[in-house]
């Protein structure tokens, strides 16, 4: 689709779609939205929670996204990972994306619906006695589903992903999508962008593998369906490798303990991580594994260490960011993988895998070690833990709207984003564009992409959207007014 010339886009001149130029590549525009949101998981939900909440209507928003629910694409990863709804995530009581307020909390919800108080007195007692309380994956999706009804989400969805994001000429945007098969547009006042992660990080050395091997299946990444390939290692037996020292390598090692001992076969673990925490960092670091509560301290979400991210200039926001988020597991009171290496299936192999070969359907990982040398990992299977990959402009509308707009990507992936959240050159007109979760992964809050960072972000964004007119501002009186319809279970 051509609808302006193919040049880069600089400050004075972009690419700009007038309502006439749109109508001549046959394009109707089937929506008209004040306030359009595109991606339609946690992050749109976040923005259009609040803003329902503030009073706007349903008529003046569209999330644009193929997912009926807010949280479909987030499930689905836990459902890869192995979790199921009994698991526990990573994450605190209050950090409820379907209750602004955060109050009454997941705890206190899951109290009521076991009538137990246990999972109040984990509240209570965290930092004191035991591991805290964190939401199972059902209580988190219940309470999703509960609020998205409530607030008319699916009325306001397109179930279609985008494709395009054209600036308007006058001001305003064009989102573009793909309704039965024919190009449409969706023309809006402002427009918020939450993506999500692309997919799956792929480091060099598995995209050299993958080329060499297309149709192999022996490497995986740990949002694959694994479900197959755990039961075959399993059945057989033999070696495997795991890379990775986040929560999602952890989750594939305890899948691997419990299928060892489901069927009783010589299962034989390596382990390679690229570095071995000695305690320098000043955290909990035992066993290959850096160990903190969240995915960043707690101060860098509402204390010091927020204040102190917001006052560093870029490149050394970016450097904080990533030593603050590195991989890193919640604290246990016991080792869970104890027994493995008490009995001899488990090593951890510490340096950097710089080539995967495969022969005989066999693996082989050449890892360059840190005291230099190098060591061959052979097994029948590769799961790769090394995370999400974080650079938003993987996202063809992002890669599109990077190349002929002035909007730019920072050192970690993420578009620039000023502290309202707003894209930097990304405005049009009176109309602006805003950008929250990983796909503004560098901005000035670090755990961007944290159900309390989505809350924060959606906050402010909405508090400048008001200011412009669009919705109404939280007021302690509209604030309580909001908290006694939601308590209440008021649709909105």
């Known amino acids: 689709m051509t609808i302006s010339p193919e040049k880069p886009a600089t400050q004075d001149a972009e690419r700009l779609v007038s309502d006439e130029q749109l109508a001549a590549t046959n394009i109707p525009v089937t929506r008209t939205a004040t306030v359009a949101t595109i991606g339609g998981g946690l992050g749109s939900f976040a923005l259009v929670d609040r803003l329902r909440v503030a009073g706007l209507?349903?008529?003046?928003?569209?999330?644009?996204?193929?997912?009926?629910?807010?949280?479909?694409?987030?499930?689905?990863?836990?459902?890869?990972?192995?979790?199921?709804?009994?698991?526990?995530?990573?994450?605190?009581?209050?950090?409820?994306?379907?209750?602004?307020?955060?109050?009454?909390?997941?705890?206190?919800?899951?109290?009521r619906r076991t009538r137990s108080l246990r999972p109040l007195a984990q509240l209570l007692l965290e930092g004191v006695y035991g591991d805290g309380y964190r939401p199972t994956v059902g209580i988190v999706r219940d309470a999703l589903d509960r609020e998205a009804r409530r607030i008319g989400w699916r009325a306001m969805t397109t179930r279609v992903p985008a494709e395009y994001l054209f600036k308007r000429s006058g001001g305003g945007y064009f989102v573009i999508v793909r309704e039965r098969g024919e190009l449409a547009a969706i023309r809006c006042d402002h427009v918020h962008l939450a993506l999500g992660s692309p997919g799956p990080r792929v480091t060099p050395e598995v995209a050299a593998y993958r080329e060499q091997f297309p149709d192999s299946t022996l490497l995986t990444t740990a949002y694959d369906d694994n479900?197959?390939?755990?039961?075959?290692?399993?059945?057989?037996?033999?070696?495997?490798?795991?890379?990775?020292?986040?929560?999602?390598?952890?989750?594939?090692?305890?899948?691997?303990?419990?299928?060892?001992?489901?069927?009783?076969?010589?299962?034989?673990?390596?382990?390679v991580v690229r570095s071995w925490p000695d305690g320098s960092s000043g955290r909990d670091e035992r066993l290959g594994f850096r160990h903190q509560a969240l995915d960043f301290p707690r101060s860098a979400y509402t204390g010091s260490l927020r204040d102190e991210l917001a006052t560093l200039d870029e490149p050394a926001r970016g450097?904080?960011?990533?030593?603050?988020?590195?991989?890193?597991?919640?604290?246990?009171?016991?080792?869970?993988?104890a027994a493995a290496r008490a009995e001899g299936w488990y090593d951890a192999v510490v340096g950097e895998v710089d080539r995967i070969t495969e022969q005989d359907g066999r693996l082989s990982a050449s890892v360059r070690l840190q005291n230099g040398k190098r060591m061959t990992v052979n097994g029948e299977h590769f799961f790769d833990a090394v995370g999400l990959d974080t650079?938003?402009?993987?996202?063809?509308?992002?890669?599109?709207?990077?190349?002929?707009?002035?909007?730019?990507?920072?050192?970690?992936g993420g578009l620039r984003v000023d502290e309202q959240w707003a894209v930097d050159g990304g405005a049009s007109g009176d109309g602006r564009m805003f950008a929250t979760g990983s796909t503004a992964r560098g901005a000035l809050l670090g755990p961007v992409d944290s159900f309390l960072?989505?809350?924060?972000?959606?906050?402010?964004?909405?508090?400048?959207?008001?200011?412009?007119?669009?919705?109404?501002?939280?007021?302690?009186?509209?604030?309580?007014r909001g908290w006694f319809q939601w308590i209440g279970g008021t649709s909105l």
Do not use: K, M
């Not at 949280?71 to 409820?96: H, I, N, P, Q």
């Not at 755990?230 to 594939?252: F, M, N, W």
């Not at 603050?324 to 009171?333: D, E, Q, W």
């Not at 909405?462 to 939280?474: C, F, K, R, S």
């Open 57 to 111: 209507p349903t008529d003046e928003i569209v999330v644009v996204g193929d997912a009926t629910s807010p949280g479909a694409a987030f499930l689905a990863r836990c459902a890869a990972l192995g979790l199921d709804d009994d698991s526990r995530l990573r994450s605190e009581s209050a950090a409820r994306l379907d209750n602004l307020w955060g109050f009454p909390g997941y705890a206190g919800h899951e109290a």
């Open 453 to 480: 960072g989505l809350q924060q972000a959606a906050l402010s964004v909405a508090d400048t959207l008001a200011a412009a007119g669009v919705g109404a501002p939280l007021t302690p009186l509209r604030s309580a």
């Open 227 to 271: 479900d197959a390939a755990l039961a075959t290692v399993a059945r057989r037996g033999g070696d495997v490798i795991v890379r990775g020292a986040g929560e999602a390598a952890l989750q594939l090692l305890r899948r691997l303990t419990e299928a060892r001992e489901r069927h009783g076969r010589d299962l034989h673990v390596w382990h």
């Open 319 to 337: 450097a904080a960011i990533e030593e603050l988020g590195a991989a890193s597991v919640r604290p246990h009171r016991r080792d869970p993988l």
């Open 391 to 412: 650079d938003t402009a993987a996202h063809p509308l992002v890669a599109d709207l990077v190349a002929f707009s002035p909007v730019t990507t920072n050192a970690l």
